[in-house]
């Protein structure tokens, strides 16, 4: 079973960067897919940016695009989220997610419902 945990949160200026990790353990990578989702109180959780592990294609939420970037290391097995230009908006608890590259293609790369397996957060704070 895929298991996944965050880190990297904390506090940041507006316009600072943060980098958040995910390792994935129980993973096989040839048919796995890993996105990061976001989600602040009373509202939905929404799919920030994911990543194919076989393959590397990349999907980034409209909000993020150009700003956040995805990346993968197979050999460490981790997932990386670089934030760059942050805003006081991006505050979130950061969940890592899984699932198999089939269900991503067919139910959505950035759609909760697509993902079995999460972690259990990382907070991110953008305020001066």
């Known amino acids: 079973q895929l298991q996944l945990v965050e880190s990297g949160g904390g506090l940041v200026q507006p316009g600072g960067s943060l980098r958040l990790s995910c390792a994935a353990s129980g993973i096989t990578y040839d048919s796995s897919a890993i996105a990061w989702f976001r989600q602040t109180p009373g509202k939905e959780r929404e799919g920030v940016s994911s990543i194919s592990m076989r393959s590397g294609r990349t999907n980034y939420a409209e909000s993020v695009q150009g700003r956040f970037t995805i990346s993968r290391d197979t050999a460490k097995k981790m997932v990386y989220l670089q934030m760059n230009s942050l805003k006081p908006e991006d505050t979130a608890v950061y969940y890592c997610?899984?699932?198999?590259?089939?269900?991503?293609?067919?139910?959505?790369?950035?759609?909760?419902?697509?993902?079995?397996?999460w972690g259990q957060g990382t907070q991110v704070t953008v305020s001066s």
């Open positions: 997610a899984g699932t198999d590259l089939v269900v991503a293609d067919t139910w959505g790369w950035l759609k909760v419902r697509s993902y079995e397996s």
